[in-house]
């Protein structure tokens, strides 16, 4: 898993705006790739399944927003 990060500076360096957010993302990404066998299986359990997200709202409340 560290190798990735290493290969791919232009995604995953400090230099890079998201590179920190990228690092997380792809570490979330590969637990949940693990299923039962991640030592945070049960955090992920417990994340909601219906993200809300602002593409999701009525436009009534992105106008009161």
Request: charged letters at 50%; aromatic letters at 16%.
């Given at each position: 898993m560290r190798r990735v990060f290493f290969e791919h500076p232009?995604?995953?360096g400090k230099h890079i705006g998201d590179g920190e957010d990228n690092v997380l993302n792809t570490f979330i990404l590969f637990e949940l790739g693990?299923?039962?066998r991640s030592f945070w299986k049960p955090m992920f359990d417990v994340w909601p399944k219906?993200?809300?997200i602002l593409f999701n709202w009525e436009q009534e409340d992105l106008?009161?927003?």
């Open positions: 232009e995604l995953f693990k299923g039962e219906d993200t809300d106008e009161w927003l």
